[in-house]
């Protein structure tokens, strides 16, 4: 390889693209999670103006690489070899780490990962700079900008403690004034309320999106001399003054005149003013450090200097990116947006732990989320005590939220109304608007992440059911961001400290790791995105009555069916070979199973409350069949759960006789499951009398068998744990046969051919 450093140039624009998309998949939910979570306006139009704002953010951006050279290390202390091993490393540790945050759909943030990784690189090359010419540890304060580092540690808690804050108490006091009835207040409430939180975009857009773009350093006559940027910061209460009347009566025009819903303006606006500061300021992160190292090599060429013996002074000047990569850049953001599965499982977290209905909770709850729990309940019992009971009765009674819309499907239902939607834009805006005049070190992704679930919190959305799941989420989500810092910092380093052992070899390598694990990391998500949607998966009933619910049963039944089947061969199998692999798998596949069931009987509450009066005879009969693939299940776990138990802990394996018993045990219920898959399948119901009519021959063979271990016992058995397993596995197939039977049973006597099934949404449609 002749030039070592070209290679690693093409390969940083490589590796910049690639950012390009894991960073945006990631930061998408930023401006993304209120206009999607409110259903404000189509899927389509909320894309088509985040598309809008990122690319005009990425084109008018000034491309200033601040972070990438002088922000965390001082460029004249390095050489030029030793700065593109940082930049390298910085790249490989950037993509994969946002891409693992992308795959497990957990917001970070691209600022706080760039930042340590440029600094974890710097302080490796550093120390190896130093300790080579037998020098000290604490020169290191002379290479390194340590007080960066600090202002993002400090970004962190101010973002997570301010933003929940002034969230939660911005939005108790808009519920307390405008209720969940908003829409019907006087149109110059909402006027008003229009007119604060656009004033609030708008600001946001002017303090926060004109600086990152080159006019912000501009003069012109009527600024006195000033530039565009301090000219604003030094008329802050003016233009607020002025945008909050023009914004105001603009907003009574829209409601009163044009008759339009401000709210669902604001969302627009906002999502279009968060989207183009993001693309304005962020793209640094992705693009910097290739721009910082192309540069730096421009400068190699053209001083024709040993790369060990040229210095990297003139990075402490600005460094501007070609307006022609900006575009190429944007095209490549938007492009991301609209494509990005990725993007999607980072948006659904956030709305998973802001929604306002009960969801599939993702988190499981821990000691600390209990606690905070439990110390929220007693500030609320405290302030019932002081609070005189008129006012408390008034406080909830504004707080009510309204019955949800039952003829829309669960997906097709908002997370949150348009005022709480609107309030995360307005205070997410306000917040950074404030943060970025006043120098404070605030993140976007944890200002507009905290905000809403600061929102959440006063909008009572964490309720007694599922507080410990979002309170545990959130922890999660803070504590990821911390993990960010750290992962960062160590992984760069390592990678730096590679590259330098030897660069000709490591970089081609480290580069293809990297590749292969985003491959991987593609194709895994891939299919836990097409294993959702699998034909075995279970679907929710939506019928109103018994003949409905029977039909749209029947997928479920023989699903469960037919993969119970083979959960059942797979540990008789297991345990014939002693394949400890194979029966850990055949435990993921029962508890998968088993989950999903438990969702179905999760969603009967909800079920049920979209009956009609006339229907309810549908409930009983969907809650018998739910109990029984519940007793299903759980013989089938215990069979799994005992069968990988019992191998996993080195017994002895079952004898000849007691594996050849279990194999024909396994054939008589395959062939009798089979018969029952393929009678629900094709709807047949009539075929269950006969399967009925021949259980007793699967259940003889059952007793039988326990019959002749029985005497086995007494006789020749010497193995308790043989024969404890055997008459386990035994018993619990018939626990397994007995469900099932009772299952079909329900069936057949409820099974009506006489009666079509009706569809909730069709009783509704006659009614209507």
């Known amino acids: 390889m002749e030039n070592i450093y070209l290679f690693m140039i093409i390969a940083l624009a490589i590796l910049a693209i690639a950012d390009l998309v894991v960073g945006v998949s990631n930061d998408a939910v930023n ?13 389509k139009t909320i894309m088509i103006v985040a598309s809008i704002g990122v690319a005009l953010g990425a084109i008018f951006s000034s491309g200033l690489m601040e972070v990438a050279r002088k922000g965390i290390f001082n460029p004249s202390e390095f050489m030029f070899d030793e700065i593109m091993i940082i930049f390298m490393a910085v790249m490989i540790t950037d993509i994969l780490l946002l891409d693992f945050f992308n795959t497990v759909g957990m917001p970070t943030s691209t600022t706080v990962s760039i930042v340590f990784e440029l600094l974890g690189a710097a302080v490796a090359v550093s120390l190896i700079k130093i300790w080579s010419d037998g020098g000290s540890s604490a020169e290191l304060i002379a290479y390194i900008n340590t007080s960066t580092a600090t202002k993002i540690i400090l970004g962190i808690l101010l973002s997570v403690v301010v933003a929940f804050s002034i969230g939660a108490i911005i939005q108790w006091f808009t519920r307390l004034l405008l209720s969940y009835n908003f829409e019907e207040k006087a149109n110059w409430i909402g006027a008003l309320f229009g007119g604060i939180a656009l004033t609030s975009i708008m600001y946001f857009i002017l303090i926060k999106g004109i600086k990152g773009t080159p006019y912000a350093d501009l003069k012109f006559e009527y600024t006195n001399g000033l530039t565009i940027k301090d000219y604003l910061e030094s008329n802050v209460v003016n233009i607020i003054g002025i945008n909050l009347v023009v914004w105001s009566a603009l907003s009574y025009s829209f409601i009163a005149v044009l008759k339009q819903n401000i709210y669902k303006i604001v969302i627009l606006v906002g999502t279009f003013a968060l989207a183009l500061a993001f693309a304005g300021n962020d793209l640094v992160n992705f693009v910097g450090v290739f721009i910082a190292g192309w540069q730096s090599y421009q400068e190699y060429v053209a001083q024709g200097l040993p790369a060990s013996e040229l210095s990297m002074n003139f990075l402490s000047k600005a460094v501007e990116t070609p307006t022609l990569i900006l575009f190429i850049a944007g095209m490549i953001m938007v492009a991301t947006l609209w494509f990005s599965s990725k993007a999607k499982d980072v948006v659904k977290t956030s709305l998973d732990l802001s929604s306002q209905s009960n969801t599939k909770e993702r988190f499981q709850p821990n000691f600390l989320s209990r606690g905070f729990v439990r110390v929220a309940m007693l500030m609320s019992q405290m302030s019932s005590y002081i609070l005189p009971n008129s006012w408390q009765e008034k406080i909830d009674k504004q707080f009510e939220v309204p019955s949800p819309d039952l003829t829309l499907k669960e997906e ?13 834009l307005m205070v ?22 905290m905000v809403a679930m600061g929102t959440s919190l006063a909008d009572r959305a964490w309720g007694a059911e599922s507080a410990v799941y979002r309170v545990a989420g959130v922890i999660n989500v803070i504590g990821g961001w911390f993990f960010t810092a750290f992962i960062a910092f160590i992984a760069s380093a390592l990678i730096a400290y590679l590259l330098h052992l ?21 194709i895994a998500h891939n299919k836990k995105n097409s294993k959702a949607k699998e034909e075995d998966s279970l679907v929710k009933a939506e019928s109103s009555s018994v003949q409905g619910v029977i039909h749209e049963s029947a997928d479920n039944i023989a699903s469960v069916v037919k993969r119970g089947n083979k959960i059942y061969t797979n540990a008789v199998n297991g345990l014939a070979k002693q394949d400890l692999n194979a029966l850990k798998k055949n435990r993921k596949q029962i508890t998968k199973l088993s989950n999903e069931v438990d969702d179905l009987r999760d969603h009967i509450f909800y079920f049920i409350k979209n009956l009609d009066e006339s229907s309810v005879e549908a409930s009983s009969f969907y809650l018998n069949i739910l109990g029984y693939l519940r007793d299903m299940t759980q013989s089938l776990e215990y069979i799994s759960k005992i069968s990988y138990k019992h191998v996993n802990n080195n017994h002895k394996k079952l004898k000849f006789n007691q594996l050849k018993e279990l194999k024909t045990v396994d054939e008589a219920l395959e062939k009798l499951l089979i018969e029952t898959k393929e009678a629900f399948n094709s709807r047949s119901f009539q075929e269950i009398e006969r399967i009925l009519n021949n259980r007793g021959k699967v259940y003889d063979l059952v007793k039988d068998k326990i019959q002749k271990q029985v005497e086995r016992t007494r006789t020749e058995e010497s193995s308790p744990k043989n024969t404890t397993l055997y008459f386990s596995i035994l018993l619990e197939t018939k626990d ?24 909730l949404t069709e009783t509704r449609e006659e009614e209507e």
């Not at 397994?736 to 009706?758: C, G």
């Open 31 to 43: 401006f993304l999670n209120s206009a999607i979570g409110s259903k404000a306006i189509s899927f």
């Open 412 to 424: 097709d239902r908002p997370a949150f109304d348009l005022a709480r939607a609107a309030v995360n």
């Open 428 to 449: 997410a805006a306000v917040l950074i608007s404030l943060a970025t005049s006043l120098g404070l070190p605030l993140s976007t992704t944890y200002v507009t992440f």
């Open 502 to 522: 030897n660069v000709k070899v490591m970089t081609p390598i480290l580069l293809l790791i990297a590749f292969t694990l985003l491959v991987r990391n593609y």
């Open 736 to 759: 397994l046969l007995t469900a099932t039977m009772n299952l079909l049973d329900e069936y057949s006597r409820s099974f009506d051919s006489k009666i079509p099934p009706a569809r």
